[in-house]
């Protein structure tokens, strides 16, 4: 499932990255076992004619994450597991952005400084 800026209109065609999520029923499972196993499928799948570049699963600031580029479309890809609140709130910020106008402008403002 995807989230963030992608989602939300606040994407930047110049850098942003694109997030995705995986679902999984159980809580508390080992997101970093997740993670190796959709980077050994997309290690399979993802020939040089797709132009991955697949780094291997690391603990960042919220969590474990996968982080891979395609090269043909020059985006960097995110994967984490169960961001259940990180969806949630991209629909959040999506929503206010249909509102009024202003909050976009604003938070375009304040990713600059992200």
């Known amino acids: ?7 939300n209109g606040l994407a930047n065609i110049n850098n942003s990255d ?10 508390n499972v080992c997101h ?21 570049a697949v780094n291997m699963p690391r603990l960042d600031k919220s969590g474990y994450i996968l982080r891979f580029r395609d090269k043909s ?3 960097d ?20 952005t249909k509102l009024d106008e202003r909050f976009m402008k604003a938070m375009h403002y304040l990713k600059q400084f992200n």
């Open 18 to 27: 694109l997030d995705m999520t995986f679902i999984h029923h159980y809580m």
């Open 77 to 96: 890809i995110d994967i984490m597991v169960n961001k259940i609140s990180e969806i949630h709130n991209s629909m959040l910020i999506c929503e206010y």
């Open 1 to 7: 499932m995807l989230y963030g800026s992608a989602v």
């Open 73 to 75: 479309l020059n985006v």
């Open 32 to 52: 970093q076992t997740i993670l190796n196993d959709i980077r050994m499928v997309l290690l399979k799948y993802a020939d040089k004619r797709y132009g991955f």
